[in-house]
DNA sequence: TAAATATTTAACCCATTCTTAATATTGATT
DNA sequence: AATCAATATTAAGAATGGGTTAAATATTTA
């Protein structure tokens, strides 16, 4: 996604603040929106379904803490990022802007540099939950080396590490034989020498906890995975 | 970024040191500034803004402390890290270094693969810094890292340094496993041997004062903070 | 400087995980 | 079908690795 495709509604009762950090903003190549109060800020947020938003805190008509609560309601809202935009000091409006459901909060004044880094951090967050790791689907079963967890249809089954690797090794090529001396070298590592029967073992425990009929042995190479 | 677009001052007044440290860094692909003394340091560094500045201690004409503390007082540098360059047993000087501003030293000799990845260590902090924005929001616990306030619910919770910082790595990314050598990297930094318990104590008080059920181990991998 | 607090170490325990070994079964080959 | 090598199964024991605690150090604070 460039900057260009990119959504922040900018809402301050100051002109002045619009802008120079609308300016500011815009140098960066990201899609300012203004709005001037709270009420502005949930029709506008409603109209464009901004990715950021930075809410003046104290305005007119309506306070950014009201706003927020009402942009939260907004499903199509869920995924944008809502900050608030206070005078360093007004401790207040944190606890309660966090209570509204904000992501954070920026305090004024603020270099347009660090206001910059800042807004990247927050869209990076974004970004992030976007992108998915390290996630292996086959058949009805999800891996997910990155938070260790198997996900078989509805129920999440708990692996042990060697099981573990080495469902997840075979299952990043369902079809293909793996052989047993790859799967040494791969799930133990090629300094460890385990006996000959240790891949069984490992391989009955997966077909005790994931099902029989998914673990197929070719017998004198090894294993495969199949859906 | 790129190592290419990482800037390194590496100052010493040892030829040899310059062309062996030097050589090593560029080949990692950074982009070396060499400088023989804490003048050179003071004006190379107003010049190229670098991202991590090595500075030898003991140097004719102005010394590393020296340099450091003028270096620190150039706003544009407030990002950089300055770490010194100091032979093993030259104590005092960490300590005085600390008070000019340094971030870290790095003892002399020392093999180019440690010192890389001291070197890689060091930016990695660099790019947290870029990085994380300041607050965390995990289910009802708010992680605000610029006041290091811990709030779950309605209460504030209090947690000393180390624990604070466990839990906001973990908490930056809940679900995400964290290995125990990336916890020990990155809480307590890679020169920093501690025993093997160390981890678990910390992970205990925090049980004990977020609450057990956030944290679940993953045997032989690490832990992971879970909502 | 003393007192309080934070951090690390060390010792021990316990549970889980891994491996082995002994025996049973399978399947390819003749 | 007999044979034989490879794999399956099982249970037991070994090894690993985390949990817990209290005491020893370090560090911070008053």
Known sequence: ?????????????????????????????????????????????????PHLVILDVMMPEMDGIEACELLRKNPDLSDTIITFFTARGEDYSQVAGFDAGADDYITKPIKPKVLISKVKALLRRLKEKEESSEIIKVGNIIINREEYKIVKGKEEIVLPRKEFELLSLLASKPGKVFKREDILDRVWGNEVVVGGRTIDVHIRKLREKIGDESFKTIKGVGYKFVI
Chains 1, 2 share one sequence.
């Open 1 to 49: 996604m460039k900057n260009k495709d990119i959504k922040i509604l900018l809402v301050d009762d100051e002109p002045d603040i619009l802008e120079i950090v609308g300016y500011n903003l815009s140098n960066e190549g990201y899609h300012v929106i203004t709005g001037a109060n709270g009420v502005e800020a949930v029709k506008l947020g409603k109209k464009h379904k």
